[in-house]
């Protein structure tokens, strides 16, 4: 016959057992992501965002993303992280995507998220949608170039025309001496070829 303490002595222990599984698995249970929500929308990338709960220990996530109606996925995971939002790239314009977002810890993962479902827009219509007022980095970047493609055009063009200015000048300074030398020319010539005659008239020889 078994001893009643013995019985009672096992019962202790798989008591203990299961009370130590139970709070494992709680401190290492997630709450699956919340307020997942797709921002800054592109024709090929976006950005997923979300929130967890608090006092989650959470060290991580991982994101499934697919296209609607195929099979294809693509799995994205980081660890020793603290942020809440994940950039995705390479996506195609004009097409449903499909993501799961999970919370990880040192004991494993979260249950996944809602899933959440968002189109990427085609090209021309971000182009309409752009505000005649937004104006992006390489925009900015190209109306400086031409800005200082203006300058130095415009800078050229001065200094040319003060060349230009300058040569006009001297040729008319040039061109109003001419005459002046062109009578002091003729003066000299006239005075050389004129023989000088001395005061009293011209000395006669008496025959």
Not at 31 to 55: K, Q, Y
Not at 82 to 104: G, K, N, P
Request: aromatic content about 4%; proline content about 5%.
């Amino acid at each position: 016959m078994e001893k009643p303490g013995l019985s009672a002595v096992v019962l202790l222990l798989l008591l203990g057992s299961f009370l130590s599984a139970s709070s494992v698995t709680a401190d290492t249970l997630l709450s699956a992501p919340l307020n997942v929500t797709i921002r800054e929308l592109e024709v090929n990338s976006a950005v997923v965002t979300w929130e967890i709960l608090e006092g989650d220990p959470v060290i991580g996530f991982a994101i499934t993303q697919q296209k609607k109606d195929v099979r294809m996925l693509r799995f994205i995971q980081e660890v020793n992280t603290t942020t809440r939002s994940c950039a995705l790239w390479d996506l195609d314009e004009d097409t449903e995507y499909i993501v799961h977002v999970q919370s990880i810890s040192m004991g494993g993962s979260s249950p996944p998220s809602q899933p959440v479902l968002f189109r990427t827009p085609k090209e021309s219509e971000k182009m309409e949608s752009k505000s005649p007022n937004e104006v992006t980095m390489e925009e900015v970047g190209q109306a400086q170039l031409r800005a200082g493609e203006l300058i130095i055009i415009v800078v050229v063009l001065v200094m040319w025309a003060g060349v230009i200015a300058l040569f006009c000048r001297q040729y008319d300074i040039i061109k109003d001496n001419e005459p002046n030398n062109n009578k002091d020319k003729a003066k000299n010539s006239s005075e050389c070829s004129t023989p000088e005659h001395p005061q009293g008239g011209l000395l006669r020889s008496n025959v």
